[in-house]
């Protein structure tokens, strides 16, 4: 067998459904975890009320921008061959993109900014990131053969 045929059969393969769960849990525990850190900042600071905007600006940022993005990367899943690399479950840039939210986070957790503005973004962030994981979940439950046929915006491809 070739080198290639061998390091093939180590990739960690997986079903579309598989893959849907790992990116449902993905979106679900960062968004958790953003939200209690930040729900933490907002209670040491006495700002427990902040969450209330926080939580509302999460929906409209869930609604306007992160939705397109989940329903995205389902249909991009949803189009695989079941046996794809679980590592797969988003793209390169996406990856990258990942990494650069992640290393931001590092920032501004070490910056002077002040924590009722760090947990108000957190939660903002954190609740958009949880809200818009429902579309992967549903998707998830329903099985991948009930995903609709088109493209983000609804037109046919």
Not at 30 to 50: E, Q
Not at 63 to 78: E, N, P, T
Request: net charge positive.
């Amino acid at each position: 067998m070739s080198t290639a045929g061998n390091i093939s059969r180590l990739k960690p393969g997986a079903s579309r459904s598989a893959h849907l769960l790992v990116s449902a849990s993905i979106w679900t525990a960062v968004g958790i975890m953003l939200m209690l850190r930040g729900t933490a900042w907002l209670y040491s600071v006495g700002g427990l009320w902040l969450l209330i905007p926080a939580v509302a600006l999460g929906t409209g940022k869930s609604l306007l921008v992160l939705d397109k993005s989940a329903k995205k990367s389902i249909y991009r899943i949803v189009r695989f061959k079941d046996g794809k690399c679980l590592g797969a479950v988003y793209s390169l840039k996406t990856w990258l993109l990942v990494l650069l939210m992640m290393s931001a986070g590092c920032l501004l957790r070490n910056s002077s900014l002040p924590k009722e503005f760090l947990g108000v973004f957190y939660v903002t962030v954190g609740w958009g990131l949880f809200f818009s994981s429902r579309h992967a979940w549903r998707t998830w439950q329903r099985g991948t053969d009930h995903f609709p046929d088109t493209t983000i915006d609804g037109n046919n491809s």
